[in-house]
C-alpha cells in the first residue's frame, strides 16, 4: 500500500473484476445495491476519496489515512468487517464503488485490552451494558476517532443503509468463522448526520423478522465553538465576564516571559515528538503513551498519521501548533483543519510552565491564529470538561445505536 496521494484518473473497472459474492457474503434490497466484503487494502484508493466527497459532514476521522495508521497500529487488536456497496453485476453493471461501510468485529471487551490500553478522552457515560464475551460489529478505527460513518452520498443513504441490514441478517461471512455477530454496537454517530436516521430505520425495519432488539442512546458530547469574525478580541466579548477575564490575563502573564508566537507546521517526524514529548511530560500514565504496549501503540499510530498525511500534500489535514512563550515550547496540539473546522485531537504542555498557564495561554493563540485564518468552527471533541466551556462552546451530541440480537 502506497504512501503518496492516488491519481484521480484510477479507472473504476477494478471492482468489475470482483467475482460475484456468495451466498451469505453479500446482500441485496429492493433497490438492487449490493454490499460486498472488501477487505481495506483491496478498496480502491479514488474510490474511497470519491465517496469520502460525496458525504454529507464528513470528518477527518473517515479520511483514509486514518483508516490506514489504526489498521497498521491496532490491526491485530480487531477483524476488519468493511463493506463496498456497489450495483448489483450484469452484463452492463457499473460497478463502481457507490459507498464504502468500514466496519469491524472484536469481543466487546478482549483479555489485551487492559495491557493495550491508554486515555485517549475521559470514559464515556454508561450506557446499555453488553456481555463482555459478545462478539460485536463496530464502526472501524473508532476506538480513537471521536466520529464515525458510512461513506455514501446522501441521496443514496437509504437503499444502502437497507443494503447493509441485509448483509448483517444473513449468515456469518465464511473468512471470519462460523460465529454470528451477538451485537452491531454503532458509535460516535453524529446527531445531525443523516446516517444515523437511515440506520435506526434500516435496522427497525427488520428488527421483528430476525428477534433484534434496536436502541439509540446519546453516547456523549462535543463542545463546538463557533465563532462569527476573523476578529479574536471580538470573539472574546462574547464569553462570560469571568471567563474573558482569566483568558487576559493568563495571556498577559505568558507573554510577560517572552513574546506568545505559535508554529502551524507540517506533521513531520520532529513535530510529531515534540507533541509526544510534552504530553507524556503533562501526562504520563494517565495519557496515550506511558510506558507500556498500549502507549508504544499509540506512538506508532500517531507517528504513522503523520506520515500518512505529509505525504497528502496540500490536501493535508492533520498539522501541529507549536506555541512558545520567547524561546520556551510551552504547548502543542495535535488538530486537524478541513478549511472550516479545526479538530482539537489531542495537546502536550509543559508541566514546569505552570506560572505560564500553557493550557489556556497555548488554546488562546492557537484559536487566535485559526481564526485569523479564516476557520468558523473550533471542535474540542468528545467529553464535557468545564475548560472547553470557558471558550463558549456549545454541546454537539454523539449517539450509539445499539443492535442485540436475543441472545446477546
Wanted: hydrophobic share 40%; proline share 5%.
Amino acid at each position: 500500500m502506497t504512501n503518496s496521494p492516488a491519481r484521480m484518473d484510477i479507472s473504476y473497472t477494478l471492482l468489475a473484476t470482483l467475482p460475484s459474492a456468495p451466498a451469505g457474503d453479500s446482500a441485496r434490497d429492493s433497490s438492487n445495491r449490493v454490499c460486498i466484503p472488501l477487505g481495506f487494502d483491496r478498496i480502491p484508493r479514488a474510490s474511497w476519496d470519491e465517496v469520502y466527497r460525496a458525504t454529507a459532514g464528513v470528518t477527518p476521522f473517515s479520511r483514509w489515512t486514518f483508516h490506514r495508521a489504526w489498521w497498521d497500529a491496532y490491526g491485530t487488536t480487531a477483524h476488519e468487517q468493511y463493506l463496498a456497496c456497489v450495483e448489483p453485476a450484469g452484463e452492463d453493471a457499473d460497478r463502481r464503488i457507490r459507498a464504502i461501510v468500514p466496519l469491524m468485529h472484536r469481543h466487546e471487551a478482549e483479555k489485551q485490552d487492559e495491557l493495550t490500553a491508554t486515555v485517549l478522552r475521559h470514559r464515556s457515560p454508561a450506557g446499555t451494558n453488553v456481555r463482555a464475551d459478545a462478539k460485536a460489529i463496530f464502526f472501524g478505527a473508532s476506538y480513537h476517532a471521536d466520529y464515525a460513518t458510512l461513506l455514501c452520498a446522501p441521496h443514496q443513504l437509504g437503499e444502502t443503509t437497507g443494503a447493509v441490514v441485509e448483509a448483517l441478517a444473513g449468515p456469518p461471512n465464511g473468512r471470519h468463522g462460523n460465529q454470528p455477530w451477538d451485537v452491531a454496537d454503532l458509535r460516535r454517530l453524529r446527531s445531525s448526520d443523516p446516517a444515523l436516521a437511515n440506520l435506526e430505520d434500516a435496522f427497525r425495519s427488520r428488527a421483528e423478522a430476525f428477534g433484534w432488539r434496536v436502541l439509540r442512546e446519546q453516547e456523549d458530547v462535543c463542545p463546538v465553538v463557533s465563532v462569527s469574525s476573523r476578529d479574536f478580541e471580538e470573539h472574546l466579548a462574547t464569553l462570560g465576564r469571568k471567563a474573558r477575564h482569566e483568558i487576559k490575563r493568563k495571556m498577559r502573564r505568558a507573554e510577560s516571559a517572552g513574546p506568545l508566537t505559535i508554529e502551524v507546521a507540517a506533521p513531520k517526524r520532529e513535530q510529531i515528538d515534540a507533541f509526544i514529548e510534552l504530553h507524556q511530560r503533562r501526562f504520563a500514565s494517565a495519557g496515550l503513551f506511558p510506558d507500556t504496549e498500549g502507549g508504544e501503540r499509540s506512538r506508532y499510530f500517531v507517528r504513522r498519521l503523520g506520515e500518512l498525511e505529509l505525504a497528502e500534500g496540500e490536501a493535508r489535514q492533520l498539522h501541529l501548533a507549536l506555541v512558545r512563550s520567547g524561546d520556551r515550547l510551552i504547548f502543542t496540539a495535535l488538530a486537524f483543519d478541513d478549511g472550516q473546522t479545526c479538530y482539537l485531537y489531542n495537546a502536550g504542555m509543559d508541566p514546569d510552565a505552570s506560572e505560564l498557564s500553557p493550557g489556556v495561554s497555548g488554546t488562546a493563540v492557537y484559536i487566535r491564529d485559526r481564526m485569523a485564518a479564516g476557520r468558523t468552527r473550533f471542535d474540542f471533541m468528545r467529553g464535557n470538561e468545564p475548560y472547553k466551556y470557558e471558550w463558549g462552546a456549545r454541546d454537539e451530541h454523539i449517539e450509539r445505536l445499539l443492535v442485540l440480537r436475543q441472545q446477546a
